[in-house]
């Protein structure tokens, strides 16, 4: 842990540039793994290697397509969204990229699709080749059902490579979220919202004191590990599903906040069905993180982060207190002094 953050740290202090290659080559290592299941999987569902073609029948079997019905379906998005949390990280990269109003808007557009095709794609293969029964909570599961599909194929040392690619991709969520915190930490400060410090930059023009706050957060979460082995997980889960949740939420409020100021200014933005699709998306977002609470396991989401959102609060507002008394505090700018 401690080996993979400083390397980490180290890509990030450099450029975003650094930070690019390295989400490349982490990003080609999953999807290559995903491609490959994929295919794998589909030859299953085939009958390749197999003493007959399992087709369907997973889909049709153990209660059908929707065994607990719509309120599963709709339960269970406390677990996918999460895996979605981060692809706001493109839109945060755009004050470092080149021509961002081209390449940021492909960028999502490609991101989205990708997204689609590959966790739709690989989680339907997967509740083919195994039955959902085999792979739900509560259940004691010794093996990742992903390896249980390589060995299906013989895959030699599938557990070796699975394992691998669920480090690389732990590595790349490490990466990006590193390098959001930084410059939310950075953009803080530049806006006067956080220390003057953090807005600094170093010669290659990397936010460095952002980079090693933000980092900071990686020391505590090897310390909790260490100390609380057995909740740490969970309860740090809890946090990052409700800050990321919550950050969304902010996000739409934003946006219509945002486009009402460029309407004032006389600009045009178009994007259709706004602002009905932006309140639904917002609403829709805090109607999953209000439900976390009846899905099993997914209630520390409520309990851990309502408090850090209050803590978080309450230090804002005593921040902004002290600085509006500093601000009035001081001499108006041109009043003459006493010695005037």
């Not at 569902?45 to 397509?65: C, D, K, M, S, T």
């Not at 195994?130 to 249980?148: A, H, K, L, M, Y």
């Not at 850090?308 to 601000?327: C, E, H, I, N």
Request: proline fraction near 5%.
């Amino acid at each position: 842990m401690v080996f993979y953050s400083a390397v980490l740290i180290f890509v990030n202090a450099r450029s975003v540039g650094a930070f690019g290659e390295f989400e490349y080559w982490f990003s080609v290592i999953k999807v290559i793994a995903i491609v490959v299941f994929i295919l794998l999987g589909t030859a299953i569902l085939l009958g390749v290697h197999q003493q007959r073609p399992i087709g369907l029948e997973n889909f049709r079997a153990y209660g059908g397509f929707l065994p607990n019905g719509w309120l599963g379906v709709w339960l269970a998005l406390a677990f996918v969204i999460f895996s979605f949390i981060g692809s706001e990280v493109v839109a945060v990269s755009a004050g470092e990229a080149k021509d961002p109003q081209r390449t940021v808007p492909r960028a999502m557009r490609s991101m989205l699709a990708r997204l689609i095709i590959f966790y739709v794609g690989a989680i339907a293969i997967l509740v083919g080749v195994i039955p959902w029964t085999q792979i739900q909570p509560g259940q004691s599961i010794t093996v990742s059902p992903f390896v249980r599909v390589f060995d299906l194929m013989h895959i030699p040392a599938a557990g070796h490579v699975v394992n691998f690619v669920v480090l690389t991709a732990a590595l790349s969520s490490m990466n990006c979220n590193l390098y959001l915190g930084t410059r939310m930490a950075f953009s803080l400060a530049r806006a006067g919202y956080a220390p003057e410090v953090l807005g600094r930059v170093s010669g290659n023009s990397a936010p460095l004191p952002a980079l090693l706050v933000s980092a900071a957060g990686l020391g505590v979460a090897t310390l909790f590990a260490l100390i609380f082995p057995a909740s740490a997980y969970v309860y740090m889960f809890g946090i990052a599903l409700f800050g990321g949740l919550f950050a969304w939420i902010l996000i739409f409020l934003t946006h219509i906040g945002f486009r009402r100021h460029w309407r004032k200014e006389g600009r045009l933005l178009v994007m259709p069905l706004f602002p009905a699709t932006t309140i639904l998306g917002g609403l829709a977002v805090l109607a999953i993180l209000i439900s976390t609470w009846w899905v099993p396991g997914m209630r520390v989401t409520l309990e851990a982060g309502i408090p850090w959102l209050l803590l978080l609060t309450t230090v804002y507002f005593g921040w902004a207190r002290k600085r509006a008394a500093s601000l009035q505090s001081a001499p108006a700018l041109g009043a003459p002094d006493a010695a005037d």
